[in-house]
């Protein structure tokens, strides 16, 4: 992590974080120069992301922020391979992105569980194509079960579970193949409140024994602050980097028990305040 | 890792919103079991009631000559006549040549139907070019071509054959292009980024997804294939027990016509049992979807 002082938060301009930030690991995922348009109906183009540079440090837990559209989404498809930046250079891992890489895990909002899969099957269907031999990525998905509190449940279907237990699945199947690279895009939107809370919690105690680098796409300014070591706030459309919060808080940190810090709430409102005028702006 | 463990004991009863815990639960399954095959068996008793009282009906009123035995026939000597029939009576004969013509029609149009759909669904070029003329073809009705088929094919099992497979191809074929279509996109992303090949993409995310369409494909074209044979024998009036009951109809004989379509209806009745047995076998997981979304939950 870099120096930064004890008021609890560091605010950065974009361009200073980018030049400055090379940790010892070199960086994961680097983003310089980068704008993206989509065609609009009528033909002409349309920006979505206009000079993204971002760069993000090996174990480093980024998250996302910005008003609907600002092209958050495409942000995380360009770094996925699944898009190719019409303008700018993205780098994962030092080399370009590509689709299928299984040092890379993804989760979604929506779980994308295989109905006609038990739990183990779907935990171990990540391994099974990544070809990992078939008592190999039984044990690990046994594993992985168990680590997400659902080692009972591996012989159910997943229309015998609840939203929160069938996200624990898409976890643990992201998990299963120890990707060195996560990318989130708002894995727990989908899910009720209460849940939510005790699914962050769960997540951020797993990573914490990984040490992968996260890059988290998320509409919540406090599941940011609260899991994230950066957040980076997006303009409206077409998206610009605004402003990016060092978060420094102590760790572990639980979702619950920051609502109690000071420090949380100051930068609650800071990004808040950031965003709520591009919120407007649109 | 005990704070881990405290928040997945605060999930367990936080999800008061789905009927998990209780499905999992062997004993609670246990015992909606056995409350099960008490219904089922009351369910039996009033089928048999009903039964009873269609039969029982029919007889009365045809013995006192409400409505005129010749007919309709009556009970009594229907099913006297069906067992004869099966008894040495050469019916089983018939029905073997019905069931040997319902089968190859409908293996030929699940293979045809199958490769058809997969087809359809898997090059856009042909989708675009031929499903047109699918379409179409489709649209005639095909029984009024089975004199047809007749012509071309001859009084044998083959015309038969040629008109089943006219009617249940395109339902295997729809079926499949339908369910091959229908794949959940976040599954088609989700096997992308996990790096499927295209063959993986296809037989872990795209078939299993459509089984359950196809499958319903393929049930339909076994009815289909079965009316088709029965429609076809009854047109020569040669062959099978659609031949028989052409047969009997066209002496008055409605006794024996009766008695024949009790087969008929036995025969149907147990091969859709097995289909059923067969589905209930292979998409388990569906039915346990089905099961969920009346349990409460969202």
């Not at chain 1, 699914?199 to 796409?217: E, H, K, M, R």
């Not at chain 2, 063959?199 to 319903?216: C, T």
């Not at chain 2, 040669?238 to 008055?252: P, R, T």
């Amino acid at each position: 992590m870099t120096s930064r002082g004890t008021t609890g938060e560091t605010i950065e301009g974009p361009e200073g974080t980018v030049s400055t930030t090379r940790a010892p690991g070199g960086s994961v995922v680097r983003i310089a120069g980068v704008s993206h348009s989509f065609a609009a109906p009528d033909g002409a183009r349309r920006p979505v992301l206009e000079g993204i540079e971002l760069e993000i440090r090996r174990g480093e837990f980024v998250a996302i922020v910005g008003p609907s559209g600002c092209g958050k989404t495409t942000l995380l498809n360009l770094v996925a391979g699944l898009v190719r930046a019409e303008v700018g250079i993205v780098q994962v891992h030092g080399g370009r992105p590509k689709v299928g890489d299984p040092e890379v895990g993804y989760l979604f909002a929506r779980d994308a569980l295989l109905p006609w899969r038990t739990v183990l099957g779907n935990a171990e269907l990540a391994l099974e194509i990544a070809g990992v031999a078939k008592t190999e990525r039984r044990r690990r998905a046994e594993e992985l079960l168990a680590s997400v509190g659902l080692a009972d449940s591996a012989n159910a279907y997943p229309a015998q579970l609840s939203q929160g237990m069938r996200q624990r699945v898409a976890i643990a199947r992201t998990l299963a193949t120890r990707p060195d690279l996560l990318m989130l895009d708002e894995p727990f939107s989908a899910l009720d409140a209460q849940t939510k809370l005790l699914l962050q919690d769960t997540f951020s105690q797993l990573w914490a024994g990984l040490g992968a680098t996260v890059v988290l796409i998320t509409h919540d300014l406090s599941e940011a602050i609260s899991l994230a070591d950066r957040v980076v706030l997006m303009t409206a459309r077409p998206g610009r980097i605004k402003r990016v919060f060092e978060v420094d808080l102590p760790r572990p940190r639980s979702v619950v028990t920051l609502q109690s810090e000071e420090a949380y709430h100051r930068m609650y409102q800071q990004l808040w305040s950031e965003l709520s005028e591009e919120v407007v702006r649109q | 890792m005990t704070q881990l463990e405290a928040n997945l004991e605060a999930d367990a009863t936080v999800r008061n919103d789905v009927a998990v815990p209780r499905r999992l639960d062997k004993n609670a399954s246990g015992r909606q079991r056995s409350r099960g095959a008490r219904t089922s068996v009351t369910v039996r008793v009033i089928q048999l009631a009903l039964l009873v009282a269609l039969f029982g009906s029919w007889q009365l009123l045809a013995a006192t000559k409400v409505l005129n035995p010749a007919f309709v026939s009556e009970p009594s000597q229907y099913f006297p006549s069906f067992w004869h029939g099966v008894d040495g009576g050469g019916l089983l004969g018939l029905i073997g040549t019905t069931l040997y013509e319902t089968f190859v029609g409908f293996a030929l149009s699940a293979i045809l139907g199958l490769a058809g759909g997969y087809l359809l669904a898997e090059f856009k070029a042909f989708d675009v070019i031929i499903r047109p003329f699918m379409t179409g073809f489709n649209s005639i009705p095909r029984i009024a071509l089975a004199p047809l088929f007749v012509l071309w094919f001859g009084l044998g099992s083959l015309s038969r054959i040629v008109l089943i497979v006219s009617l249940s191809f395109f339902i295997v074929a729809f079926n499949t292009y339908a369910g091959l279509q229908g794949v959940n996109r976040d599954h088609l992303l989700l096997s992308r980024v996990l790096g499927a090949s295209r063959r993986e993409r296809f037989f872990k995310f795209v078939l299993p997804s459509a089984a359950p369409s196809i499958f319903a494909g393929l049930q339909l074209a076994l009815t289909y294939a079965f009316l088709g044979a029965v429609v076809g024998e009854m047109l020569t009036g040669s062959d099978g027990l659609g031949g028989y009951l052409a047969l009997k109809m066209g002496s008055f004989d409605t006794t024996g016509f009766f008695g024949g379509l009790i087969l008929l209806v036995i025969v149907a009745l147990a091969v859709s049992a097995i289909v059923r047995a067969l589905e209930n076998r292979l998409l388990r997981w569906r039915a346990i979807e089905l099961a969920g979304t009346q349990g409460g939950g969202q």
